[in-house]
Nanobody, 122 residues
Framework: QVQLVESGGGLVQPGGSLRLSCVASGMTFSRNRMEWHRQVPGKQRELVAGVAGIASGGTTDYADSVKGRFTISRDNAKSTVYLQMNSLKPEDTAVYYC?????????????WGQGTQVTVSS
């Protein structure tokens, strides 16, 4: 059974930093694409950043709104994906979710963590 457990959220002042962590279990972590998404009440969940699996070289991609401020990384030995968030803005306030995309026989299954709240406010 795949489980994703996020941590690291909290309250931070504008311009501050936070690092989110997502520990995965029940899957072959290194093979699969991992993503961070966020959601504000009343709005659709949006993709923030993604990192490919080992076969794809671990390439990363980012939403335009976070490029240059956020960095996604993964530690395959620890089955953990991170999101380093710098220069945080009030508009970054959201619940942040970790997502795993697992492809088996050309079919992709998705799994989500429970979310961690990030609040950027003075």
């Amino acid at each position: 059974q795949v489980q994703l457990v996020e941590s690291g959220g909290g309250l931070v002042q504008p311009g501050g930093s936070l690092r989110l962590s997502c520990v995965a279990s029940g899957m072959t972590f290194s093979r699969n694409r991992m993503e961070w998404h966020r959601q504000v009440p009343g709005k659709q969940r949006e993709l923030v950043a993604g990192v490919a699996g080992i076969a794809s070289g671990g390439t990363t991609d980012y939403a335009d709104s976070v490029k240059g401020r956020f960095t996604i990384s993964r530690d395959n030995a620890k089955s953990t994906v991170y999101l380093q968030m710098n220069s945080l803005k009030p508009e970054d306030t959201a619940v942040y979710y970790c997502r795993a995309a697992i492809t088996v026989l050309s079919r992709t299954y998705e799994y989500w963590g429970q979310g961690t709240q990030v609040t950027v406010s003075s």
